[in-house]
């Protein structure tokens, strides 16, 4: 399984853009990156995936280089509200089972 | 609609005791994971069924921990005798795609059990 390195902790403020970078770098060609969203008392929130360049939706974008080694989540003009704990992982859409694994995640702190 | 829902919301044991832990997935959903989160801890991954068949129970730790899909629906947990270290929060997932953990998957707000 392909483990992912990001960092522990991460500061912002309201209004910024924040970036997120993952490691993966003995990530598997059939692996797709995904980045789930965690509050306190939630469960995770899928966020969004990506395969390779760029992709994005409603809430971030996600940008993969070419060698796929790394990610990066970018959340747009954060608020306090995006307080959260931010997992990256990769995994294949092809096998069954435990292709998922968390990891401990960055903590985002959105301060006023 | 409706997400994963689960049940007891907060559940606190005395050590020894059994517990079971109920998973409502999203109706139509094939797969059902369990994951197990420690304070502090990203999610891990417990077992997962792909409707009534468990495929893989690799992460559960210890035989005291089962699980269950008897109709490829509701889902119940049971810890039996349970242990301090078993304090943690219990979370359900369930994803429309029959086979590849990494499709999105739609988590429930989780069981808190803390054991006395």
């Known amino acids: 399984l392909a483990k992912t390195t990001q960092p522990i902790s991460m500061d912002s403020y309201e209004g910024q853009e924040v970036n997120i970078t993952c490691s993966h770098n003995?990530?598997?060609?059939?692996?797709?990156i995904t980045w789930y969203q965690q509050f306190p008392s939630q469960g995770p929130r899928f966020i969004i995936q990506?395969?390779?360049t760029k992709v994005t939706n409603e809430v971030a974008s996600l940008f993969i280089p070419a060698d796929r080694k790394s990610s990066t989540l970018s959340l747009p003009r954060v608020s306090l509200s995006d307080t959260a704990v931010y997992y990256c992982?990769?995994?294949?859409?092809?096998?069954?089972?435990?292709?998922?694994?968390f990891g401990g995640g960055t903590r985002l702190m959105v301060k006023p | 609609g409706a997400g994963v829902s689960q049940s007891p919301r907060y559940k606190v044991a005395k050590r020894g005791q059994d517990v079971a832990l109920r998973c409502d997935p999203i109706?139509?959903?094939?797969?059902l994971f369990w994951y197990q989160q420690a304070l502090g801890q990203g999610p891990e991954f417990l077992t997962y069924?792909?409707?009534?068949?468990?495929?893989?129970k690799s992460g559960l730790p210890s035989d005291r921990f089962f699980a269950e899909r008897p109709e490829g629906s509701v889902s119940t947990l049971k810890i039996q005798r349970t242990q301090q270290e078993d304090s943690a929060v219990y979370l359900c997932?369930?994803?429309?795609?029959?086979?590849?953990?990494?499709?999105?998957?739609?988590f429930g707000p989780g069981t808190r059990l803390t054991v006395t």
């Open positions: 997932a369930s994803s429309l795609a029959r086979t590849g953990a990494a499709y999105e998957q739609y």
């Open positions: 069924f792909q409707n009534e068949a468990q495929l893989d």
């Open positions: 003995n990530i598997a060609t059939n692996d797709y």
């Open positions: 990506g395969y390779k």
């Open positions: 992982l990769v995994g294949d859409r092809a096998h069954t089972g435990n292709m998922l694994t």
């Open positions: 109706s139509g959903h094939v797969s």
